[in-house]
């Protein structure tokens, strides 16, 4: 089976910047996303990384190291919009493998 | 649509009935994927479709559970003899093609309740 590891919860202040870590092991490995999903809504796009490394995206950033199996999501100059479940999800050929997604609370 | 369309939103049935929950893709789009998502619980691979045809049925979690996609669009997802585990939001998922990069565009679920 596939093995996708990420925090249940986290809070954080407004302005402040938070990180997600995501750990996996899988049979297989195509890329890593991350998907935001606000309550009720459906999850949608963030990130891709494929290969090691760093890439930014407004005040979004993810990291990917494939040797440790590892992966953060960024948020940084947090809203209190960005409160929300954050779903890590490894590709393994066609089709997204998902962890249970942490749930990010903002406070003022 | 501009977007994934999911009917209906909201089902609530007896225990024993069959349901049926509907997908409609982003025009254009060849792969289509079904999802089920539980309280707490990540989002858990139903099945695949590339085309008309599923090449990946694996995640089907019974013989209850069957799906069909039609014309390479709609595609419904029907849940014989549902009982009180099936609860769940059902999502369906669309993207371009299989290539690696390529993110999958989400519908807003089904939210079936189970009584």
């Known amino acids: 089976g596939q093995n996708i590891d990420q925090p249940t919860e986290m809070t954080a202040t407004e302005g402040a910047i938070v990180q997600i870590n995501c750990t996996y092991q899988?049979?297989?490995?195509?890329?890593l996303f991350w998907y935001q999903q606000h309550a009720g809504e459906a999850p949608t796009f963030l990130s891709y990384n494929v290969l090691d490394g760093l890439e930014e995206k407004g005040r979004f950033s993810s990291f990917l190291s494939r040797s440790k199996g590892y992966s953060y999501l960024l948020l940084k100059e947090l809203q209190m919009k960005d409160s929300a479940s954050y779903l890590c999800a490894v590709r393994l050929d066609y089709k997204l493998s998902f962890g249970a997604g942490t749930t990010v609370t903002v406070r003022a | 649509g501009a977007g994934v369309s999911q009917s209906p939103s909201n089902k609530v049935t007896e225990k024993g009935k069959d349901v049926e929950l509907r997908c409609d893709p982003i025009s254009g789009h060849t792969a289509l994927y079904w999802y089920r998502q539980s309280l707490g619980q990540g989002l858990e691979f139903l099945i695949y479709f590339q085309g008309n045809s599923a090449p990946d049925k694996s995640g089907l979690p019974s013989d209850r559970f069957s799906a069909e996609r039609t014309g390479g669009s709609v595609s419904t997802l029907t849940i014989q003899r549902t009982q009180q585990e099936d609860s769940a939001v059902y999502l369906c998922?669309?993207?371009?093609?299989?290539?690696?990069?390529?993110?999958?565009?989400f519908g807003e679920g089904s939210r079936l309740t189970v009584l």
């Open positions: 998922a669309s993207s371009l093609e299989r290539t690696p990069g390529r993110e999958l565009f």
């Open positions: 899988t049979s297989g490995f195509n890329g």
